[in-house]
Structures are given as structure tokens and as C-alpha cells.
């Protein structure tokens, strides 16, 4: 299965926090899984970093990449496609990260693990 993390299920996956549920952290860990970190949630992670919202153990250009590393998390780089089927969405959810997740999502026929109720309206597979 093809699994997109949502940016809040990446930072409690690196902090190993009890807030993901163990059926998200069994899905990230299953290696017939292959997983995927949006460019959009390292930039969202990386902003909120630079602005002090967001404490993390070291800076984000050398941790992120690491835990992808050390966990078989691939990227996800963002496409025109992609950004162009966002602003097609129905604007059930607000947020521009998350917005583009799902579209990033519905494009690569993706599920998301994310914690969420507002992506729920989309026709995408959440998995929490």
C-alpha cells in the first residue's frame, strides 16, 4: 500500500509519541508499505520551526532527512499537477498543507494516515 503522512502523523512518528495510534505506527513500520513525507508537510514542519512554533530535538534540514533515512520514509516532491488539483478541491478543509496533501494524495492514489477529521469529506483513504 501507497501511504502519505500527515505532517502531524510524521512528528509523532519521530517523537515516538502515543498520540499516533499503533494501527498509523504498524502501517509506517510494515515494510510491504511504501511511505511518503509531502515536501509540503518538510516545508510546514521547516516554517513552523523558523517562526519557534515547533521545538524539535535538532534543526529540521538535518533531522527530517535523517528519520526518513532510518525509518525507509521516501519524499514526495510536489508537481504542477498536484498544486493544480488542490485548487480544485471542495473547500471542506482550510489549511493549504493539508489541502495539498490530499491532492497530492487523490493524484498518486495514496492513503493518508492523519489524525484529521477534516479530510474526511474527501474521497481519500484515512487510515488512524
Known sequence: MKILLDTCAFLWFLQDSPQLTPTAKAHIMDPANEVYLSAVSVWEI????????????????SLIPAVRRNSGI????????DSLAAEK????????????????????????????????????RVIW
Not at 521547516?46 to 519557534?52: L, P, T, V
Not at 521516501?74 to 499537477?81: A, F, G, K, N, R
Not at 489541502?99 to 477534516?118: C, K, P, S, V, Y
Open 89 to 124: 478541491l471542495q473547500l471542506f478543509h482550510k489549511d493549504p498543507f493539508d489541502r495539498m496533501l490530499i491532492a497530492q494524495a487523490l493524484m498518486g492514489g495514496l492513503a493518508i494516515i492523519t489524525a484529521d477529521r477534516a479530510f474526511d469529506p474527501y474521497p481519500v
Open 74 to 81: 521516501d519524499s514526495l516532491p510536489l508537481t504542477e499537477v
Open 46 to 61: 521547516a516554517r513552523k520551526y523558523a517562526q519557534g512554533g515547533l521545538t524539535l530535538p535538532s534543526h529540521p534540514s
